[in-house]
């Protein structure tokens, strides 16, 4: 009976540990998420990386594009800026993303002369990865243009590569905010942990 009642306030503790970790690794992540959105954007970076999403059978997914809304905004407000679209093809996808951002930037009047492709990402770590190797060698900083959310992982990846960064945020679907916000969550503390 008394080794039963000490296993109880073993478990009671583990349960309270547990639930007290979880509150406080969703505030931390929270907080991580709203400093992502911050240093926001005024042009100085002579480069911006765009960070491609979903690109459906006829269209770019709602996430992507609220990217490229926010991607040509920019893009008119500061036409020295060259864009670095990154995103590979998936195998359900009909095209690359970056060829799908692409399409829709030079349909609205962004010359081809500032857009340059990396297809082979897969993953937000080699978005980043791969879009540093078509910078100059002498650029340092540059703009992170991705959904709101996503913005403390991308520019946490940046800096891990050496790579200063200000931020566009493109609004995020209500209609998945949950659901990618949660899963962001837990990605975010993986780079935060092991670095990608």
Same mark, same amino acid.
């Given at each position: 009976m008394i080794v039963l009642k000490r296993w109880r306030k073993v478990a009671i503790v583990c349960v309270f540990v547990i639930a007290m970790s979880g509150i406080y690794l969703w505030q931390l992540t929270g907080t991580w998420m709203d400093e992502g959105v911050e240093l926001v954007a005024d042009g100085t970076n002579d480069y911006a990386i765009v960070l491609g999403a979903k690109v459906k059978r006829d269209a770019p997914s709602l996430s992507l594009q609220y990217r490229l809304d926010a991607t040509l905004r920019y893009?008119? +407000?500061?036409?020295?800026?060259? !864009? %670095?679209? #990154?995103?590979?093809?998936?195998?359900?996808?009909? !095209? $690359?993303?970056?060829?799908?951002?692409?399409?829709?930037l030079t349909r609205n009047g962004i010359a081809e002369e500032r857009l340059l492709l990396e297809t082979a990402s897969t993953s937000t770590y080699?978005?980043?990865?791969? $879009?540093?190797?078509?910078?100059?060698?002498?650029?340092? #900083?540059?703009? %992170?243009?991705? #959904? +709101?959310?996503?913005?403390?992982?991308?520019?946490?990846?940046? #800096?891990?590569?050496?790579l200063q960064t200000d931020a566009v945020a493109a609004r995020t679907p209500k209609v998945v905010a949950a659901k990618l916000i949660s899963r962001e969550r837990i990605a975010l503390l993986k780079t935060y942990i092991v670095g990608k």
């Open positions: 893009a008119h +407000d500061n036409p020295h800026v060259k !864009m %670095i679209l #990154s995103g590979g093809q998936g195998p359900d996808e009909p !095209m $690359s993303e970056a060829e799908a951002m692409r399409q829709f080699e978005n980043i990865l791969f $879009s540093k190797a078509l910078l100059p060698d002498e650029v340092e #900083s540059v703009t %992170i243009i991705t #959904s +709101d959310y996503h913005l403390a992982r991308a520019r946490k990846l940046a #800096s891990n590569l050496n």
